[in-house]
């Protein structure tokens, strides 16, 4: 059974930083990309972020670039988003989630195996 866990949110004030992290378990992922998207209450759910299998290829939403940074440890099924300098505006509940295809899809329905979530709020 393929499980993603999300952890590492919290409540940040604005200009702060978390380091969301996902555990993936249950088969291998061996070219698969992961992603992160986020979605705040009454909107849609947002991509944030995505790497390659490799880590060599990474892509982000032209909101959070310069301040998150996605990477990924193969050997230990793991997948990371650091954020810093947080806004009010970055609120919202994280996934984590698996692409089979490989190819960084900024659309959700690209996506295979998601996580159950992790809140993350800033305050101003």
């Known amino acids: 059974q393929v499980q993603l866990v999300e952890s590492g949110g919290g409540l940040v004030q604005a200009g702060g930083s978390l380091r969301l992290s996902c555990a993936a378990s249950g088969r291998t992922f061996t070219g698969w990309s992961m992603g992160w998207f986020r979605q705040a209450p009454e909107k849609e759910r947002e991509f944030v972020a995505a790497?390659?299998?490799?880590?060599?290829?990474?892509s982000y939403t032209d909101s959070v670039k310069g301040r998150f940074t996605i990477s990924r440890d193969n050997a230990k099924k793991m997948v990371y988003l650091q954020m810093n300098s947080l806004k009010p505006e970055d609120t919202a509940v994280y996934y984590c989630a698996a692409e089979r295809s490989g190819l960084r899809s900024p659309g959700p329905d690209k996506y295979d195996y998601w996580g159950q979530g992790t809140q993350v709020t800033v305050s101003s």
């Open positions: 790497i390659t299998w490799s880590g060599g290829y990474t």
